[in-house]
């Protein structure tokens, strides 16, 4: 199969208004949107659109208005025709990610690479989320180096209340293989305000290999949700600015799953 697992080390490191740094262990599936139920075939702790302990969904991911009854396959090649990119019939889309883990799901960020009918990468596609629930794609149209994608983009999401919704994102990706290095910065302009990295080495996605993560990163969703709660608290204590969701809705565009507080309230 191509799909495969990562073991990941996350890095934060922010550098205005004030520095703070951390770094955790975590590991992550990558689909071959393809293989995803012939992975709940061979591997007993993984399912498709039921419970299990590894549950992949479809309505967790990249989900188009209108094509809620559609795979995430689909709606990923939809968003890319939405973007004037025809992606072909025997092409294939890997998804970097985590499902859900005893029915519970948190995914600040997950990445999907396309690739041509060759194997030779297409796009990517960034779906950062954030614990609103709302998610948001970022297209990165066109490889800009050998297996690299770049991309500077305004945000207009609203991640963290410590970020302001006037920066802009900076991707940078390399396609995955033996090793997994994606590096998402925020910027103000030419200035890096918060740096971030997700780096790790492939192993097989087979049920020894997830059984032995299972036992090392217990419960890896809810301690990546209590981490981000975490220190976030640790920034509140030392009182850095805070950004309230429901301000500057202009800046939060093209979302996804829209929060109550993006409404248009009434006069």
Known sequence: MNSCLYECSVMHHRLA????????????????LDEIDEIARRVPLFGRNRPNLYAFRDRDHL?????????????VIEFLARHRIQFPGNGRITLITLPRVFGYIFNPVSFYFCHDGNG????????????????KPYLLREPTGE?????VTPKHFYVSPFSALDLAFDFKLRVPGEQLEIHIDDREGDRPVLLSALTGKRAP????QLVW?????????????FLIHWHALLLWARRLPWHHKGENRDLQREVLR??????????
């Open 17 to 32: 208004p004030k520095e703070h740094h951390f770094r955790y262990n975590i590991f992550m599936f990558a689909l071959d």
């Open 147 to 151: 297996n690299l994608f770049h991309l």
């Open 120 to 135: 030779a990468p297409l796009c990517a596609v960034v779906e950062v989320g954030n614990t609103f629930g709302e998610l």
């Open 258 to 267: 829209p929060h109550a507080s993006l409404a248009v309230k009434s006069p």
């Open 205 to 208: 996605l087979t049920t020894a």
């Open 213 to 225: 993560f299972t036992l090392k990163y217990p419960l890896i969703t809810l301690r990546v949700i």
């Open 63 to 75: 989900t188009l208005p209108g094509g809620e009854t559609g795979t995430t396959r689909e709606n």
